[in-house]
């Protein structure tokens, strides 16, 4: 596996790709995540989420249980403020109130390494967050966003051919987005494997419409091949 470090003219593959084409996979959402609470401290806290104010979610969540008040399904609310740690950029908090949830919350256990994942790679401790993102299935409703996360996180970790094959599972699966198919073909680029890379971008040239025919046309001509 390589570990060469990816240079400046790679990764502009992804970014002259996805600057031209309107096409963005949608983030997630606090509602894919959260669970359903009764608790008037938490759904004040999930409004915050909801609207964007991470930080202060996360600094309502922290204040449960400081009132003496007792807390209902204490794991959840440990997720929750795992998520707003997150969002928040609080990588270290994040790592620390996710430790070993996933089996304490099996239910949510997939989002739960989802976003530990995240986080270590916000540390960039990338081969342990490839493991946890690694662990999530396939087939669960996150496990796009773990297989997206988890090429991004083998790519900073310098394994270049682990991270094409992740990227090619997404695009293989139909996810044909201009993201992903740049992040592939600069996985393959930076891997040594520009034949592919060059066949990849031909196909997604002729499979696109317009404005991503443009971006494709433009990095297949700085690889010095033409879309034909």
Sequence with gaps: MSRARVPIPVLSVVASIVAASARAAPPLTADDFAPVFDDARVTRALDRLAGGDAAGARERLLAIGQDGKPVAHLERVRFLL???????????????????????????????????????????????????????????????????????????????????????????????????????????????????AIQLLRRAYFESPGPGRTAYRRVLSDLGASPE
Aim: proline content about 3%.
């Design 82 to 196: 795992g998520l707003a740690c997150v969002r928040s950029q609080d990588w270290l908090g994040a790592v620390a109130v996710l430790d070993r949830l996933d089996e304490a919350v099996p239910a949510v256990a997939d989002r739960v390494l989802l976003l530990r994942g995240q986080a270590l790679a916000g540390l960039g401790r990338n081969d342990e967050a490839v493991e946890a993102l690694a662990r999530v299935p396939r087939s669960s409703a996150v496990g796009v966003a773990a297989l997206r996360a988890r090429g991004d996180a083998l790519v900073a970790a310098g394994r270049n051919a682990d991270a094409a094959a992740a990227f090619g599972d997404l695009v293989a699966a139909g996810r044909k987005d201009p993201e992903t198919v740049g992040k592939l073909a600069a996985a393959l680029l930076a891997a040594g494997r520009r034949d592919e």
